[in-house]
């Protein structure tokens, strides 16, 4: 059955430095998604994107985030300078002709 | 805005008897509803969902969920739990006024299924 995946699963990094997390999408599919999960909360929105751009993003999203599609499988959420509160669990997520997003394993950050 | 709740921060129940992890949704229009599972240290895992029809719909794993319209509710259940059932559930809502396929999430509820 096809899934989405994401790499790496847990990534630490030094605060300041740029991290890039990345997913690759169920092949079909058209529209892609990241959210998080801060330890113990809810799953929180932070992006979607369509046709090659960006069609939403919350106010979480901002200038230090961004997100690319470099090729026909990779999407990834780069964020440029970590700070310890974007500590979390970061899951991408797809979706395709249905409304249901279909979710990746996620990628533990933490920011030290 | 959209909005969905979770009253319950953990249900409890034992093995073989019927469970239910409740919901209820605050939307303009009709709403798209969704119920998720995250085993630990898992992502999220795609239960059931509700567009339209029947207001029972069935899921994966046994899972089915009500829909009711005029309590704004969308309970799961299941007859009978499995101590395998034990994880977070997260029901969710599309945002449908943004049309970008954005989920709102709620809280999320434990289920702790006892042999």
């Known amino acids: 059955e096809p899934e989405v995946t994401q790499t790496p699963s847990h990534q630490v990094t030094q605060m300041g430095q740029e991290v890039i997390l990345r997913c690759v999408p169920i092949?079909?599919?058209?529209?892609f998604y990241w959210y998080r999960q801060i330890l113990g909360q809810k799953v929180e929105f932070l992006v979607s994107?369509?046709?090659?751009?960006?069609?939403?993003k919350s106010e979480i999203f901002d200038d230090q985030f961004s997100v690319e599609r470099p090729d026909g499988s990779n999407f990834t959420l780069k964020i440029r300078s970590t700070k310890l509160e974007d500590s979390a669990m970061y899951f991408c997520?797809?979706?395709?002709?249905?409304?249901?997003?279909?979710f990746g394993q996620g990628t533990r950050l933490t920011v030290v | 805005a959209q909005s969905v709740a979770q009253p319950e921060d953990q249900v409890n129940v034992a093995e073989g008897n019927p469970l239910t992890v409740k919901c209820t949704y605050s939307?303009?229009?009709?709403?798209?509803l969704f119920w998720y599972v995250q085993y630990p240290n898992r992502g999220l895992q795609f239960l059931l969902k509700?567009?339209?029809?029947?207001?029972l719909v069935k899921g994966s794993y046994g899972f089915e969920a009500e829909f009711n319209k005029s309590q704004t509710s969308f309970h799961l259940k299941k007859p009978s739990a499995l101590v395998s059932d034990s994880a977070l559930y997260f029901c969710?809502?599309?945002?449908?006024?943004?049309?970008?396929?954005?989920?709102?999430f709620g809280q999320g509820t434990t289920l702790q299924v006892k042999p």
């Open positions: 092949s079909n599919h058209l529209y």
């Open positions: 969710a809502v599309r945002d449908l006024p943004s049309n970008t396929g954005k989920l709102i």
């Open positions: 997520a797809s979706s395709g002709q249905g409304p249901e997003a279909f």
């Open positions: 939307v303009s229009g009709n709403p798209y």
């Open positions: 994107f369509y046709n090659n751009e960006i069609s939403e």
């Open positions: 509700y567009i339209t029809g029947d207001n």
